[in-house]
C-alpha cells in the first residue's frame, strides 16, 4: 500500500493520528505496521467494551503480529511510542496495564485473582490486598523471546492453550501445587509483536492447527525506500511534540476507561456489510480443504472484522466518548467498511507468509566446504577457551552454542567427526539426558584432565597440536 493511498484510507481519530506521528518521527517505518501497532494499543484499552451479536458479546482485543528483516523499523513504533503510552495511562490511572515477558506458570498467575503485599504510601506500611491484572496489553519488540522458561523444550510448550483462551476472553478455574485455586473468568489482553523471518524456523504446522496461529493477524512489514534526512532529524522539536502526542494519548486512553460505553451494536448498513462479508469468507472456509491452513485463518475473519470495526469506530469518537449518556453506541457504516478492508488486506499478508514459509524452513544439503568451515570454526574455539587447571582448551556444550551460532544437533555432528578423526575427545561429567560421548576413567586419567562440573556438564576438549 503506497504512502499516498494509505493516507486516504487510515482510520481517523486517534488511531490515524498515532499513525501519522509514528511516521513522520520513523520516516522509513512502513505504514500499515505503524497501523497494525496503533489498532493494538488502543485495542488493550477497550477492554469494557463489547461487539453485541446474536451468539454472545464479542469482545475487543486485536492481536497483531509483525514479520521482517532485522533493521526494518519494526521495533521502533513500540520502543518510542507504545511502551511509553502504557507506561503514562499506568502512572495516571494507577493501574498496570503492561506485560512484556512471562513464563506459563508465571503468566497464569499474572492473569488470576491472586493475594499480593502492596505498599500503602499514606499509612506507609504493606497490605494484602487482591490483585486483578485481567487485561491490558501483551507486548514484545522480540516475540522468540517472549516466553521465558522453556528452553530444551518445543517452542512455546505449555503457553499455547492458555494464551488461545486469553483471546477468546475466558480463562476456566484452575488449581495449581504453588498457588492454589485461581479464578479469573474474564480476560482482556490485546497482543502485539514483533520479529524476524527467524520465527518461520521455529513455527511448525501445529501452531496453526492447534489455533493460537489463526488468531493472530500478521503484517509483513518492509521499510519504505529511503530518503535523505533533512536538517530537522536532530531538532529537538520532533522530541518535543512525540512528548506532547504520548502525554494527550495517555490521558484520552485513561478517560475511555471512563467510559459509561458497554455495548456495541451495528447501524443498519453496517450489518448488512458485515452479513455479506461473514457469507463470503463462510463459503470461502468451505471450498478449501480441511488440511489447508488457511481454512481455520478465514473462519477468524469475520469476528476479526467486527471487532475492528468497533475499534475504529472508537477510534473516531474517542474524544467524546467517555461522555456518552448511554452504555450502548452503534458502529457507522464507514468503520464496518474500513475494517472489512484492512481485514482484507491482512488475509493477504497471511496468504503471502504461507508462501515465504517454506522458504525459511527447506533445508539444503550441506556443501564439503561449509562442513569444513564449520569443522574449523568448532576446533578454533575449544582451541581458544582455556580454563584454569586444564593445559588443553576446553569448551562447553553450552559455549559451542553461543559462540558458533550452530544448533545442537549441527555440532552433535561435527563433533561425532572430529572424535572419530582424534582431533577431539569428550570428557564425562555428570549424568545427563544430553550425553553424546563418553570415556572411560582409564581414559580420563590417560589424558590428565578431572571431570568438569556444571551445566551442561559435557566438554570437548582438543587434543591436536598448539
Given amino acids: 500500500m503506497s504512502k499516498e493511498l494509505f493516507e486516504e484510507l487510515k482510520p481517523k481519530g486517534f488511531i490515524g493520528d498515532l499513525v501519522e506521528a509514528m511516521t513522520t518521527d520513523i520516516e522509513d517505518l512502513d505504514p500499515n505496521w505503524a497501523w497494525a501497532c496503533a489498532e493494538s494499543l488502543l485495542s488493550a484499552f477497550c477492554f469494557n467494551q463489547y461487539a453485541h451479536t446474536q451468539i454472545g458479546d464479542l469482545p475487543l482485543t486485536i492481536w497483531n503480529f509483525g514479520i521482517g528483516p532485522s533493521g526494518d523499523y519494526k521495533s521502533a513504533p513500540i520502543k518510542y511510542f507504545v511502551y511509553e503510552i502504557v507506561e503514562s495511562v499506568e502512572d495516571l490511572t494507577g493501574q498496570r496495564f503492561l506485560i512484556s515477558k512471562f513464563s506459563p506458570e508465571g503468566f497464569v498467575q499474572f492473569v488470576c485473582r491472586h493475594e499480593e503485599e502492596i505498599f500503602n504510601r499514606e499509612t506507609g506500611k504493606y497490605e494484602t490486598k487482591i490483585v486483578e491484572w485481567s487485561k491490558g496489553l501483551i507486548a514484545r519488540d522480540e516475540f522468540t523471546q517472549l516466553v521465558s522458561g522453556v528452553k530444551n523444550k518445543r517452542w512455546m510448550a505449555g503457553i499455547n492453550e492458555d494464551l488461545c483462551e486469553v483471546y477468546d476472553g475466558k480463562i476456566p478455574p484452575r488449581y495449581t501445587v504453588a498457588h492454589g485455586y485461581q479464578r479469573q473468568p474474564n480476560v482482556r489482553f490485546a497482543f502485539l509483536a514483533a520479529t524476524t523471518p527467524y520465527i518461520y524456523r521455529l513455527w511448525d504446522e501445529n501452531f496453526f492447527v492447534q489455533g493460537l496461529g489463526n488468531r493472530f493477524d500478521y503484517c509483513l512489514v518492509k521499510a519504505r525506500k529511503p530518503k535523505p534526512k533533512d536538517e530537522d532529524f536532530f531538532s529537538r522539536e520532533h522530541r518535543n511534540q512525540r512528548e506532547e502526542l504520548i502525554e494527550e494519548s495517555a490521558k484520552k486512553l485513561a478517560k475511555l476507561i471512563e467510559s459509561p460505553v458497554r455495548l456495541l451494536g451495528l447501524m443498519p448498513e453496517a450489518s448488512e456489510l458485515w452479513r455479506k462479508?461473514?457469507?463470503?469468507?463462510?463459503?470461502?472456509?468451505?471450498?478449501?480443504?480441511?488440511?489447508?491452513?488457511?481454512?481455520?485463518?478465514?473462519?477468524?475473519?469475520?469476528?476479526?472484522?467486527?471487532?475492528?470495526?468497533?475499534?475504529?469506530?472508537?477510534?473516531?469518537?474517542?474524544?467524546?466518548?467517555?461522555?456518552?449518556?448511554?452504555?450502548?453506541?452503534?458502529?457507522?457504516?464507514?468503520?464496518?467498511?474500513?475494517?472489512?478492508?484492512?481485514?482484507?488486506?491482512?488475509?493477504?499478508?497471511?496468504?503471502?507468509?504461507?508462501?515465504?514459509?517454506?522458504?525459511?524452513?527447506?533445508?539444503?544439503?550441506?556443501?564439503?566446504?561449509?562442513?569444513?568451515?564449520?569443522?574449523?570454526?568448532?576446533?578454533?574455539?575449544?582451541?581458544?577457551?582455556?580454563?584454569?587447571?586444564?593445559?588443553?582448551?576446553?569448551?562447553?556444550?553450552?559455549?559451542?552454542?553461543?559462540?558458533?551460532?550452530?544448533?545442537?544437533?549441527?555440532?552433535?555432528?561435527?563433533?561425532?567427526?572430529?572424535?572419530?578423526?582424534?582431533?577431539?575427545?569428550?570428557?564425562?561429567?555428570?549424568?545427563?539426558?544430553?550425553?553424546?560421548?563418553?570415556?572411560?576413567?582409564?581414559?580420563?586419567?590417560?589424558?590428565?584432565?578431572?571431570?568438569?562440573?556444571?551445566?551442561?556438564?559435557?566438554?570437548?576438549?582438543?587434543?591436536?597440536?598448539?
Avoid at 296 to 313: E, G, M, Q, T
Avoid at 358 to 363: G, L, Q
Fill in 277 to 466: 462479508y461473514e457469507y463470503e469468507k463462510n463459503c470461502l472456509k468451505h471450498s478449501l480443504k480441511e488440511t489447508d491452513l488457511r481454512r481455520s485463518y478465514v473462519s477468524r475473519l469475520p469476528d476479526k472484522a467486527l471487532r475492528r470495526a468497533a475499534i475504529y469506530f472508537i477510534s473516531s469518537h474517542i474524544d467524546t466518548i467517555w461522555k456518552a449518556r448511554s452504555t450502548e453506541l452503534v458502529i457507522d457504516e464507514a468503520s464496518m467498511e474500513l475494517a472489512i478492508m484492512r481485514q482484507n488486506k491482512l488475509y493477504e499478508y497471511f496468504e503471502a507468509l504461507l508462501r515465504e514459509w517454506p522458504k525459511w524452513r527447506k533445508k539444503k544439503a550441506p556443501d564439503i566446504q561449509t562442513m569444513e568451515s564449520e569443522r574449523e570454526l568448532i576446533l578454533n574455539i575449544v582451541r581458544e577457551h582455556k580454563l584454569p587447571g586444564f593445559e588443553k582448551g576446553i569448551a562447553s556444550l553450552k559455549l559451542l552454542v553461543k559462540e558458533s551460532g550452530l544448533s545442537k544437533a549441527q555440532i552433535a555432528g561435527i563433533v561425532s567427526d572430529l572424535v572419530t578423526s582424534g582431533q577431539l575427545k569428550v570428557i564425562e561429567g555428570e549424568e545427563s539426558r544430553q550425553l553424546i560421548f563418553r570415556m572411560t576413567t582409564t581414559q580420563r586419567k590417560e589424558f590428565l584432565v578431572e571431570t568438569p562440573r556444571g551445566n551442561p556438564p559435557y566438554f570437548y576438549a582438543y587434543i591436536g597440536e598448539d
